[in-house]
């Protein structure tokens, strides 16, 4: 379990069960997961939380009024501190689709697909310490 100094992740999908599942992998990579249900929700978690998140994990499709790639591009845009890994398990993103430093992968996954995704996406002073345990 993540102590209270860890950083934030932000896991954004509309099914309850992937979001909490991703939820817990997020923590036990040493993050405190932040849960929204689609891009309309998430935007305001950004906008109140940036300062403590440290990873957005959003599903690449959700219902909502913006399109499916969305929000990991304004959050690339607003926020270029957050590093950005998305999952899908029908849609794979073309090559200019996602923001340039996301990383994706494929629905379903295992912690250990995260985990090691997250030792290659996250720089060693962002990496909580389960992850620098593991690198």
């Known amino acids: 379990m993540a102590d209270d100094t860890a950083p934030h992740a932000l896991v954004v999908d509309d099914d309850a069960v992937i979001r909490m599942d991703a939820a817990g992998i997020s923590e036990q990579a040493g ?43 304004e959050c690339a845009k607003r926020w270029p501190h957050i590093k950005i890994l998305v999952a899908s398990g029908q849609a794979k993103p073309g090559p200019n689709d996602l ?27 962002q990496k909580p310490e389960p992850l620098k345990r593991r690198s």
């Open 99 to 125: 923001p340039d430093d996301a990383v994706f992968i494929g629905k379903p996954f295992s912690a250990e697909v995260v985990h090691t995704r997250l030792i290659e996406l996250l720089p060693d002073g």
């Open 31 to 73: 993050f405190r997961p932040l849960e929204a249900y689609d891009v309309d929700s998430a935007i305001p978690v950004l906008e109140t939380s940036a300062d403590d998140i440290e990873l957005l994990f959003p599903d690449v499709q959700m219902p909502g009024s913006r399109d499916r790639l969305a929000l990991a591009r």
